[in-house]
């Protein structure tokens, strides 16, 4: 049965221009429209939320506004006959959290096709360790396969590895057998990286090359890189023949300045990936292969919890680039139904 309240991490933004954010109560009927509302158990904290929580005009302009481009939980209403109350669900991306209040909330509500089932093999908490950087991770290295970059290609380099993108691209590459090399500016995650199975790791600078050449020697056969900027121009600039780089995030900046000689001397691809808006198909057959091969060995290793009244001190971590792994909030106890089987 669907509560008349429910607590949400609210943004709001003063005439003066200020942004507040704190835990209330709102009411149901405050929920957007959508045939399916959802009692969130887990939901999780993504770059785009900590732009969100703060105020960014580049995910929304309406307030009060909730965060959360990931929620996991159970039916508690639906208005059409593929979900029923009880089923385990999840949804990632689409506008929630953006344009529409998202999953830091006891309850969300969303159109009844951007409901994934939750699939077999994944409880609701590892579904949110994994949540929207793990699916992003899933959809780089799908395309890096798509693109016909394979282990026996050569090593593959992934930047911001230590964040929650990079972490899960390291552990499912080298679950998949790919020589996985490392970025990152922490001294820190260098365990955790070995762990997942990261056979060389590199700091920053030694992928920031600041010749402006238009190529670089060839080194690697693939990356995922989550930073953008001079990173992302130096690993397509070194990357061998026929190479691919999947390009997501923009962690360290937006702007990409190099010239056409990887794409048309050795044939670089540069693969953009979208989350958010991937098509239902793909989406389903990514989170099949996240909760099946591909999964990651010890994902509760890779997480710290919080909850909606402690992830404050986390939101301005994650835009500072200090997470290291994932931050999964938790805001409902789970029910047997999410259990992984
Ligand atoms: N395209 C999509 O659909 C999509 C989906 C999800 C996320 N993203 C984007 O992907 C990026 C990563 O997201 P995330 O959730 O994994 O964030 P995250 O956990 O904060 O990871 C980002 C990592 O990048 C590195 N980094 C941060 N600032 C940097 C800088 N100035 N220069 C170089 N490296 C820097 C850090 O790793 P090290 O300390 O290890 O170097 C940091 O941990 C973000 O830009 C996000 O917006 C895009």
Redesign the pocket.
Known sequence: MLPSSFRAYVVNKALNGQVESRVEDRSAEELPPGEVTIAVAYSSL???DALAATGHPGVNRVFPHVPGVDAAGTVVQSGVYEWVPGDAVLVT?FDMGANRWGGWAELVRVPQSWVVPLPAGLSLRESMILG??G??AG?CVDALQRHGVLPQCGPVVV?????????LAVAILAKLGYEVV?????ST?HGLLRRLGACEILP?DAVDDPSGKPMLSGRWAGAVD????N?LSTVLRACRHSGCVAA??????NQLTMTVYPFILRGITLA?????WCPLDLRHEIWRRLAGPWKPEGLEALAQFERLDTIQPRIAD?L?????G?VVLEIAAESSAGAAS
Not at 320 to 324: D, F, L, P, S, V
Request: aromatic share 4%; with cysteine.
């Open positions: 993504n770059y785009k991306g929207t950087a699916f992003t959809l930047t911001g590895a230590s964040g929650g993108v990079g972490s490392a970025v990152t500016g922490k995650a920053r989550t930073v953008g900027g990173i997501c995030g923009l962690a360290g900046g953009g990936i979208d989350a958010a994650i500072a680039g200090r997470i290291t994932r």
